[in-house]
């Protein structure tokens, strides 16, 4: 059972819009900010988004992030066949004094 | 380009120990902060362990706590995992990440995993 709670999965069509959700509680989310990684088939982890809405250098404007209280989600427009991946969100835990993730989300593209 | 390469991955038997390497190249190894995560065989991402960047500064998620020991030696840009009392459910893909040069609007420093190695795998098996 992950501290972060997400969706096992999400749909949608190319050019569709999608949007993860990943929830929490005062002691991550709530108080620290959300990242989120992209995982393709078979690689390492890619980050998507940090400081809970900034992209890093690369990172197609097409993904955004968005934070409210102890909840956090991901957006994806103009869905293309290459999103299709798990997609995770993380934050720091000040209780557990460590980092925690969502269970990951598979994304379909259908 | 950063690159981050880890190694030391093996078959080892439940209560066994290993070793595993990361090491650094394309960047100042010894300014970032850097942490291992793993992930079993089909299932999610869990952090392990943080080091900061001077080595002075540990943490460790509950379930290896007191087994494992996180520890860097910045003379050879290299992150370390000893890994201890090895059970079945240490089996996994171990990544070491890098954080980044992020910052919010205040000028205050936010973590993230910005660069990962490709992973080693270690089995605890018998």
């Known amino acids: 059972q992950s501290v972060l709670t997400q969706p096992p999965s999400a749909s949608g069509t190319p050019g569709q819009r999608v949007t993860i959700s990943c929830s929490g509680s005062s002691s991550n989310i709530g108080s620290d900010t959300v990242t989120w990684y992209q995982q393709l088939p078979g690689t390492a982890p890619k980050l998507l988004i940090y400081?809970?809405?900034q992209r890093p250098s690369g990172v197609p404007e097409r993904f955004s992030g968005s934070k409210s209280g102890t909840s956090a989600s991901l957006a994806i427009s103009g869905l293309q066949s290459e999103d299709e991946a798990d997609y995770y969100c993380a934050a720091w835990d000040d209780s557990l004094n460590g980092w925690v993730f969502g269970g990951g989300t598979k994304l379909t593209v259908l | 380009e950063v690159q981050l390469v880890e190694s030391g991955g093996d078959l080892v038997q439940p209560g066994g120990s290993l070793r595993l390497s990361c090491a650094g190249s394309g960047f100042t190894f010894s300014s970032y902060e850097m942490n291992w995560v793993r992930q079993a065989p089909g299932k999610g991402l869990e952090w392990v362990s943080y080091i900061s960047s001077g080595g002075t500064s540990k943490y460790y998620a509950d379930s290896v706590r007191g087994r494992f020991t996180i520890s860097r030696d910045n003379t050879k840009n290299s992150l370390y995992l000893q890994m201890s009392s090895l059970r079945a459910e240490d089996t996994a893909v171990y990544y070491c990440?890098?954080?980044?040069?992020?910052?919010?609007?205040?000028?205050?420093?936010?973590?993230?995993?910005?660069?990962w190695g490709q992973g080693t795998m270690v089995i605890v098996a018998s």
């Open positions: 990440a890098k954080d980044g040069d992020f910052y919010d609007s205040s000028g205050y420093p936010v973590a993230a995993f910005e660069s």
């Open positions: 400081n809970n809405n």
